[in-house]
């Protein structure tokens, strides 16, 4: 077997060596296991983040509020400055909502559109111009199973996500011939302190962990490695011909009609 990969880099335990990642909301959840992944996988990482502090020592943070432009200028040229450029980005930063289109006011929908759209907007923006030089570039979005299936009570949450989705392949056209890369990841439900914040807001948050449980067919929740390791590969040179493609990580949600036990 060949030891040099379809990207013409050799296939390696450190695929990611000499490549600069920024990672958006990573301080925390599935961006914290993201982060931490592509280090020990040999990049240099830089977490965006309101808070950044207690990270681990292979992360580095920078402060960043991706609802303020002149903030994400500032922290993504930070990182490019400090090392060499950017490569890859992964816009995972993201709030949630809960209710249906009576229960969410304009309020709640400028403010989960800010930062779920409009945020990953202003950050890949920001990159643009470094990852233009990168001979490995490439943009991995969070977008989410809410975007191609309806959800209860997540009608922001999931229009946000079905603009993620949209936002993602209209980026791969426009940048594919700069060779820039953008692919998502659509997860199911994941167990971090996001969802059991939004547990916290039912009246019977038991009750509704259980049945996040069991609407995944495999019966459980996607942890946030597993989310990682797709957004890694996603990322990776090896995925190089792999571009406007999303990747679900959902448990076979989308796509498996199993019976009920």
């Known amino acids: 077997m060949s030891d040099i990969s379809k990207s013409g880099r050799p296939f390696s335990n450190l695929p990611f060596s000499g490549l600069t990642a920024i990672v958006t909301g990573g301080a925390s959840g599935i961006g914290l296991a993201t982060a931490t992944l592509l280090a020990s996988r040999g990049a240099q990482v830089a977490v965006l983040d309101l808070r950044i502090g207690g990270l681990p020592d292979a992360l580095q943070g920078f402060e960043c509020d991706i609802t303020d432009r002149p903030s994400v200028v500032r922290a993504v040229d930070a990182v490019a400055e400090q090392f060499g450029g950017v490569?890859?980005?992964v816009n995972n930063a993201g709030i949630g909502s809960v209710?249906?289109?009576?229960?969410?006011?304009?309020e709640?929908?400028?403010r989960v559109l800010n930062v779920n759209v409009i945020?990953?907007?202003r950050v890949s923006a920001a990159a643009m111009p470094h990852l233009r030089r990168s001979s490995h570039a490439a943009i991995v979005n969070l977008c989410s199973i809410a975007a191609t299936s309806g959800l209860p009570q997540r009608a922001v949450y999931g229009a946000s996500k079905a603009a993620?989705?949209?936002?993602?392949?209209?980026?791969?056209?426009?940048h594919v011939r700069e060779g820039i890369r953008v692919n998502c990841v659509n997860p199911g439900t994941v167990h971090t302190p996001f969802v059991d914040k939004n547990l916290a807001k039912f009246a019977d948050p038991v009750a509704e962990l259980a049945a996040l449980n069991a609407r995944q067919p495999t019966g459980r929740?996607?942890?946030?490695?597993e989310v990682a390791s797709a957004i890694a590969y996603l990322a990776s040179p090896d995925s190089g011909s792999t571009t406007g493609t999303a990747l679900a990580v959902d448990g076979g949600m989308h796509t498996l009609r199993v019976r009920a036990e």
Do not use: F, H, Q
């Not at 993620?164 to 426009?174: E, K």
């Not at 929740?221 to 490695?225: D, G, I, K």
């Open 221 to 225: 929740m996607v942890t946030p490695e």
């Open 87 to 89: 490569d890859i980005l």
């Open 108 to 110: 709640e929908w400028a």
């Open 99 to 106: 209710g249906t289109v009576e229960e969410n006011d304009d």
């Open 119 to 121: 945020g990953m907007a």
């Open 164 to 174: 993620v989705y949209g936002l993602t392949i209209a980026m791969a056209t426009d």
